[in-house]
């Protein structure tokens, strides 16, 4: 019984040996996968109505290739640009094997070489979906160090497409971005640093997240008094401002140019006035230099009343 065991154990190795021997040489099969095109496409949904089966010629070890065919009913989401997407009718798309081949160990395995494909080109379906283009606005906490502040947080892109029902679409005129916290920002900056968006409930976007930069400078703070004008009143009418005057706090860029010196035109909308229910109006302005960094006016509402011209 012991010679029939020992025997036993040497076939079983010898066979393990044969099959480990044979399944490392390399092969070549064709091989078919289901896959799923995921693309932004501007107009359409984000992933194919359904997935396109995908065959090619492949190249890889025995184990390889037998862990690919046990896996080839899975399907494979695969990521394209727009661009490698041909439109060839309406929600319908095409992508070419030459495409596919650069993505091939996406969808066949990093451990295998595709050869070549059964089909030139393949075609897509992608659903048509309402869709509006809205801009991000920027959630800021930062601190700066002493007189250092920016202009602006610049985003980039600066809007996104926004997709889903058409009535939930149509009632978003903007996207938040997540909040972007800072300290000690000084004239380094932040560059490039990546935020996610706040994506409204029910609703797509084509971006989930936006880069921004944040260019600080030093600044010097000027305070003045300047008077409010009115714009735009109708003729036979005349608007009085209260009070006539306002105190005025501004930020320019260090150091101080004859540029800077330049005064703004402070005023009231008539339109403003027409529109208030008690002729509240908040003060704007007009003219400031480019190198203006803030600006800020106390009060920053004036009571406006109307009056008649004869």
Not at 68 to 82: A, F, I, M, S, Y
């Amino acid at each position: 019984m012991k010679e029939y065991g020992a025997f036993g154990l040497a076939l079983l190795a010898s066979v393990i040996i044969w099959l480990t021997s044979n399944m490392s040489q390399q092969a070549d099969v064709l091989v078919s996968m289901p896959v799923s095109i995921h693309s932004s496409l501007v107009g359409y949904s984000d992933v194919s109505m359904e997935s396109i089966q995908v065959t090619a010629n492949v190249s890889g070890s025995g184990f390889t290739l037998l862990g690919l065919q046990l896996g080839r009913h899975k399907t494979v989401p695969l990521t394209v640009d727009e661009q490698e997407l041909k439109m060839t009718g309406r929600e319908l798309f095409e992508i070419s094997s030459n495409a596919l081949l650069g993505h091939g160990n996406e969808i066949f395995g990093k451990n295998v070489k595709v050869n070549w494909f059964t089909s030139d080109r393949y075609p897509v379906r992608f659903q048509e979906e309402s869709y509006k283009r809205v801009p991000v606005v920027p959630v800021t906490a930062i601190r700066y160090k002493d007189q250092y502040m920016a202009k602006e947080v610049r985003i980039v892109p600066d809007s996104v497409d926004v997709y889903g029902d058409p009535a939930s679409v149509a009632a978003i005129d903007k996207v938040l971005t997540s909040l972007i916290s800072a300290r000690d920002v000084d004239s380094h900056g932040i560059h490039q640093q990546k935020v996610p968006l706040q994506a409204p409930a029910g609703l797509r976007l084509s971006s989930s997240n936006v880069s921004y930069n944040l260019e600080a400078t030093r600044f010097v703070e000027v305070s003045s008094r300047v008077n409010v004008g009115v714009r735009n009143v109708p003729e036979g009418k005349q608007l009085a401002v209260f009070p006539s005057s306002v105190e005025l706090t501004a930020r320019y860029i260090f150091p101080v140019s004859n540029a800077s010196e330049s005064i703004a035109e402070f005023y009231v909308d008539y339109s403003d006035f027409a529109e208030s229910k008690g002729g509240r109006c908040v003060v704007k302005a007009d003219g400031f230099p480019s190198t203006l960094l803030d600006w800020r006016v106390s009060p920053e509402v004036c009571e406006c009343f109307e009056t008649y011209s004869r």
